[in-house]
Every structure is written in C-alpha cells, then in structure tokens.
C-alpha cells in the first residue's frame, strides 16, 4: 500500500527559530513530491520535487529530496506567526491511466511571538 | 483568472439527507479530483474525473458516493443518505493536462460537509 509518513505531527516554536519538517515515502510509481501549507483552507503549493538532491529555494522555505532513501525534508529559517499552518506532504504516483496523490497526515505547527 | 471554485463552503445535512457539492475547476482546466480530509487527517484521493468520463474511482465508498464532470458546468460530488461519519473536509483540485504532464494541480477552498 503506498504511504507517507510526516513527522513531528506537531511542533511549537518561537518566532525567529528554525525548524525542520520531515516526509518519508513508500509508493509505486513515484513521479514527484510535493508540499503544500494549509491554514484552514485550500492547501496552497509550496514545492515539487522531482530529482534527488536539488534544493528548491522561496524566501525563508527550502525543500529537497533524497530518491534514494525515499526522504524529504522542508526547512523553514527565521520562522515568523505567519508561518502557523499545517503542513502537507504529498507524492504525486501514477497508476495504469490514473493518476492522484498521496497525502500524510501533515505536521501542524504553531509559531509562537 | 479565478481559481478553483467550490460551493458550498459549508454544509449541514441531517443523517440520511443528500449532500450536493460542486466544483468549478480553473478556466480551461480539464482535470478534476476530489479529495477528502477527515479530522485530524491528512487528505485522501477519492475520484479523477476528466470531461464526462470518471478515470479512477478507487478511493470512492462504493455505496452512497458518486461524482460527475458533465461537458457543460460544474463537477458535482454527491453524498445519499449520509451518515455521521460522512463529516468532512471534501476538496476539489483542478490541472491543466493532468499532473503526468507536469502541470500543477491547484485546490479549491473546500466544502466543509458537517452531518448531525
């Protein structure tokens, strides 16, 4: 069965820290992973991720993915209030013509003044 | 450009009404998906439709669920008889070509489905 799995599930930080959110995946088919933050609406697109070892960069946010051990990591440097949200990891698989994503659960932090 | 468009926003059903939730994708946009978040959850795939035809509907009940993408108007998701344990965030998502074309696939702001 094909999964992700997101950890911490949730972390309380102070503003300013830096904190690390990591996605692990065991999936057929894997085509690229993707994260997107949700505050208690859509989930808006952070980063895809297809090849190993490329790190995507926006602003305070920077991604990259490890292929082979099927990991990926999402940093976030000086974080601010603005930065409270849920996290989601998503890998984007294909399966005969279908096609669809596979979400963890998400990791739900909390930025602290 | 307006982007995925759901309504209702919110909705409340007595257990065994009918839920009826629709979803306008981004313009031109051809490929529809429906996802489901229950609390506490992260979100999970229910149907792919492209213009009236259904591709995958693994992650839908078998019973009760059923979703449609007519040529014209929106994509409707439909809840019969619903059941507590239908209460939940049900998103819809759009893409161009479909993800394997690399094209990116956008949510709408979702449809909060609460059955009392």
């Known amino acids: 069965e094909d999964k992700v799995v997101q950890s911490p599930l949730s972390l309380v930080v102070h503003e300013g820290d830096t904190v690390t959110l990591n996605c692990s995946y065991e999936?057929?088919?894997?085509?690229?992973l993707l994260w997107y933050k949700q505050e208690k609406k859509a989930p808006t697109f952070l980063f895809m991720l297809?090849?190993?070892?490329i790190e995507k960069k926006s602003g305070r946010l920077s991604s990259i993915l490890d292929k082979k051990e099927l990991f990926s990591i999402l940093n976030i440097t000086a974080t601010q209030t603005g930065d409270s949200a849920i996290y989601l990891c998503?890998?984007?698989?294909?399966?005969?013509?279908?096609?669809?994503?596979?979400f963890g659960k998400g990791m739900k932090l909390t930025v602290n003044p | 450009n307006a982007g995925v468009m759901q309504n209702p926003r919110h909705l409340v059903r007595r257990r065994g009404q009918e839920a009826r939730l629709r979803c306008s994708p981004m313009?031109?946009?051809?490929?529809v998906y429906w996802y489901r978040q229950l609390p506490e959850e992260g979100l999970k795939f229910m149907v792919y439709?492209?213009?009236?035809?259904?591709?995958?509907e693994s992650g839908m009940p078998k019973e009760r669920f059923s979703a449609e993408f007519p040529k014209e108007g929106p994509s409707i998701l439909r809840i019969q008889q619903v059941v507590r344990g239908d209460s939940a965030a049900y998103f819809c998502?759009?893409?161009?070509?479909?993800?394997?074309?690399?094209?990116?696939?956008?949510f709408g702001e979702g449809s909060w489905l609460t059955v009392v």
């Open positions: 313009k031109g946009h051809s490929h």
């Open positions: 297809t090849s190993s070892g």
């Open positions: 998502a759009s893409s161009l070509l479909g993800q394997s074309s690399g094209n990116t696939i956008y």
């Open positions: 999936v057929t088919n894997f085509r690229s």
């Open positions: 998503a890998v984007h698989i294909t399966q005969g013509g279908s096609e669809k994503l596979v």
């Open positions: 439709l492209q213009k009236e035809n259904i591709i995958d």
